[in-house]
């Protein structure tokens, strides 16, 4: 059974910095397409960033320049750095794997975790 585990989340003030930790187990493959995703109360789930199986990394262009995406060497733990945290960032935010060494564009992400809580307010 594929498990994902979040932590991490908090309050923090606008210009902070946060570390999300997603501890993953449970994989048949180790080099899968992993991301995060987030969704604020009334919003539409939007993909913050993923990583392939080959280390390649993407990121939407609200965190460019703030946020990065990285993976241990055993591929079970994944982290993002948030940098300068603004109020919209506020949101839940998830772990999640796709079966697939390539992050897809309409990627299904069949496996989640079960979000952690970052607020940005002062």
């Known amino acids: 059974e594929v498990q994902l585990v979040e932590s991490g989340g908090g309050l923090v003030q606008p210009g902070g910095s946060l570390r999300l930790v997603c501890a993953a187990s449970g994989y048949t493959y180790s080099s899968l397409c992993m991301g995060w995703f987030r969704q604020a109360p009334g919003k539409e789930r939007e993909r913050v960033s993923t990583i392939n199986g080959d280390g390649k990394t993407s990121y939407a262009d609200s965190v460019k320049g703030r946020f990065t995406i990285s993976q241990d060497n055993a591929k079970t733990t994944l982290y993002l750095q948030m940098n300068s945290l603004k109020p919209e960032d506020t949101a839940i935010y998830y772990c999640?794997?796709?079966?697939?060494?390539?992050?897809?564009?309409?990627?299904?992400?069949?496996?989640w975790g079960q979000g952690t809580q970052v607020t940005v307010s002062s």
């Open positions: 999640a794997a796709d079966n697939g060494y390539y992050c897809r564009l309409y990627g299904l992400f069949p496996y």
